[in-house]
């Protein structure tokens, strides 16, 4: 069946402009996850979804990142005014219930800020 | 918060041998531990799990181990093979916070024909 999708695959924009990136995750999976990859690093936990709700915003790193989640089913990620050290791979994970714990991830989007 | 070191950082192993990843975590509540292959340019595949109330699990080539007491898991690839050759990620999670995983920060690893 199919699993996490993720666009665009790639994003290059320039310092100070708002992107967005989209997230579909595996049909009926209530649960979903956005992580933050920087280069040669190991994944860094952003926020997640419960239904269309996002208990903890914690994991966001600043006020410029923001994310929803519609319809129990797409999130959008977006980071309003960015910054070079914005440049990461973001991935999408999702889960059956927020209790199952396999995460299945999505191929990420590779966002360069120059 | 959690934290989880994972060492080395990078491994290269000749094909066929053995390569055993170690990986140590901080919060005596985490009660899963998944390991996650990812290919250059994918997204992190899953590939073996362990749970608390387990001490080992095995799948073909792959086991993992769980030592609670010292709060440690380690990833063991038998008989590489090329195809082996990827970056490894630990990880763990209380299941608290929804969930959510705090990953080790990987291990490259090239098996060499």
């Known amino acids: 069946g199919a699993g996490v999708s993720q666009s665009p695959s790639n994003k290059v924009t320039e310092k100070g402009k708002d992107v967005e990136l989209r997230c579909d995750p595996i049909s009926g999976h209530t649960a979903l996850y956005w992580y933050r990859q920087r280069l040669g690093q190991g994944l860094e936990f952003l926020i997640y979804f419960q239904g269309n709700s996002a208990p903890d915003k914690s994991g966001l790193p600043s006020d410029r990142f923001s994310a929803e989640r519609t319809g129990e089913s797409v999130s959008t990620l977006t980071i309003q005014r960015t910054q070079q050290e914005d440049s990461a791979v973001y991935l999408c994970?999702?889960?059956?219930?927020?209790?199952?714990?396999?995460?299945?991830f999505g191929p990420g989007t590779r966002l360069l800020v120059l | 918060g959690e934290n989880v070191e994972q060492h080395p950082s990078t491994l290269s192993v000749q094909e066929g041998d053995s390569a055993v990843i170690k990986c140590t975590y901080s919060d005596s509540a985490s009660n899963y531990f998944p390991w996650y292959k990812q290919e250059l340019g994918k997204g992190p595949q899953l590939i073996i799990d362990i749970r608390s109330n387990v001490g080992e699990k095995k799948d073909q080539r792959i086991a993992v181990t769980l030592n609670k007491t010292a709060k440690h898991f380690s990833l063991h690839i038998t008989e590489t093979q090329p195809e082996d050759s990827a970056v490894y990620f630990c990880?763990?999670?209380?299941?608290?916070?929804?969930?959510?995983?705090?990953f080790g920060g990987g291990t490259r690893v090239l098996v060499k024909p």
């Open positions: 994970a999702s889960s059956l219930f927020v209790r199952s714990e396999t995460q299945y």
């Open positions: 990880a763990a999670t209380s299941g608290d916070a929804g969930n959510k995983l705090t």
